[in-house]
């Protein structure tokens, strides 16, 4: 036990003199949780959609790079023949440096989320949870990178090998980009990488999921973190002079046919799931002027003199899909997430006050409100803006008559241009951003389809045919 202790001292020490080891480690994840605030500081709270793909990135960055450029460096120079001659035993060098990675590794997913709380994020009601999950992805990212160091000669080929693991990951592996926003081959093929069971089971803790519900994830983080053990015991050399035994290099064939065949499990399960909504999104058309949806017809003068024979002459059929990326809307059995849920709450309350939801106006009444599902729409904030529509619809029912609310919506659709837009800059109000320059004159499009859409839920079905 003494021997393993002053070993793991050791290798503390080493780890921390190897300054590529601790970039990747830590300042390379870093770099990505600021990146992710970036692009998703509108969501409330911040990052906490996105944590599981932060600690992954974590986790790659210490594991895949820094594990394998600390081990191979050591090889190098040396360290290693030492370690060969002094009375430690083997499976205690083995031990601490995966423990003192493991540490490594704990620490710098703590920063990470110490750093997310400062920005606006919060824990995940079970911290045992995540710290379960965090070891179950760590277990297997080692896994991974323990075979780049018994596969690599030299440091610069652990960079070349780490990327070749790294990269397909981030990509099409479901841990830089969220796998609803995978078109469909990608998400099938993330069922191959390590990277996709990581980020699920993570990602659960931080949505209130007990961890029964990503048990096939952990499964199979631990069946790869096994495979890539055991491949590493048998691939293992003491000196940089030798390469890999012939008995060893099989091995790398059982680390691919578990990864293999944890896809395949996947897809026989059906735990990869395309959504219809991605496939229609590519097909969305962009927003045309108010013509294009409009039969023959003569446009009425005034929204009061708007009649049924002039909803009949609307096609809704040529809107943007619902489920698409333009002017989507949750469809009734689409239920938000708890955060989401809240948020929208905050927001249903906050219109009762909104100063522009009550202009003496009813059009620019109307067309105030249909801006807060415009601009969140324009921004891809997809964590809400598909359940905005049902909000704003709510709140136009509360304020207008029903008898003038379809008319008012069809004057609204047809002139879009139309009226004041200064109910922009009050969104800050319901939480939500406003926006300035080209991306708030094409707030007006989005106006045009939302009343176009929520023309046609308030429109009996009589008046359409």
Request: proline share 8%.
């Amino acid at each position: 036990m003494t021997g393993l202790l002053r070993h793991l001292l050791i290798s503390v020490k080493l780890n921390f003199r190897n300054p590529m080891a601790l970039i990747y480690g830590y300042l390379f994840p870093l770099l990505f949780l600021f990146a992710f605030w970036a692009i998703y500081r509108h969501e409330q709270p911040p990052l906490m959609r996105h944590m599981g793909e932060i600690l992954t990135i974590t986790l790659l960055g210490g594991a895949c790079f820094g594990l394998p450029t600390t081990l191979v460096s050591e090889r190098e120079r040396g360290v290693w023949r030492r370690y060969r001659l002094a009375p430690t035993p083997s499976w205690a060098f083995l031990v601490s440096l995966l423990t003192v990675r493991y540490l490594l590794l704990l620490t710098a997913g703590l920063i990470q989320l110490a750093l997310a709380c400062a920005i606006g994020a919060s824990l995940p009601e079970s911290s045992l949870s995540l710290l379960l999950a965090f070891t179950f992805a760590a277990f297997a990212l080692m896994g991974v990178g323990l075979v780049i160091a018994m596969l690599s000669d030299s440091v610069p080929a652990v960079q070349a090998l780490g990327q070749c693991v790294f990269l397909p990951m981030l990509i099409v592996g479901g841990v830089a980009l969220p796998l609803s926003s995978l078109p469909g081959w990608a998400q099938h093929v993330s069922a191959l990488f390590p990277g996709r069971y990581a980020v699920q089971s993570l990602q659960a803790t931080f949505g209130g999921q007990p961890l029964d519900t990503v048990s096939f994830d952990l499964v199979a983080l631990l069946l790869i973190g096994l495979a890539g053990l055991l491949a590493a015991v048998k691939m293992f050399r003491w000196e940089p002079s030798h390469s890999a035994s012939a008995e060893g290099k099989p091995w790398i064939l059982v680390v691919l046919g578990v990864w293999l065949s944890v896809g395949v499990a996947a897809e026989l399960q059906d735990r990869i799931i395309v959504q219809p909504s991605e496939v229609r999104a590519e097909m969305a058309d962009p927003v045309r002027e108010p013509d294009h949806y409009l039969t023959e017809g003569s446009a009425p003068k005034s929204w009061r003199e708007v009649t049924e024979a002039d909803f009949a002459e609307i096609a809704f059929e040529r809107l943007p899909p619902d489920d698409g990326i333009v002017a989507p809307i949750a469809a009734l059995s689409d239920e938000p997430d708890p955060y989401t849920l809240a948020r929208l709450d905050e927001i249903r309350t906050a219109l009762l006050g909104w100063t522009p939801a009550q202009v003496e106006d009813p059009v620019q009444r109307a067309r105030n409100l249909l801006f807060v599902a415009a601009v969140p729409d324009l921004l891809q904030m997809a964590d809400i803006e598909r359940f905005l529509p049902a909000v704003v619809l709510g709140r136009l029912r509360q304020s207008i008559p029903p008898a003038d609310l379809p008319k008012i919506l069809y004057w609204v659709a047809l002139h879009p241009g139309q009226g004041d837009d200064t109910a922009i800059t009050a969104l800050p109000a319901l939480g939500l951003p406003e926006i300035n320059g080209p991306t708030r004159r094409d707030s007006r499009g989005r106006v045009m389809l939302y009343a176009f859409k929520l023309l046609e839920r308030v429109t009996p079905l009589q008046a359409r045919n």
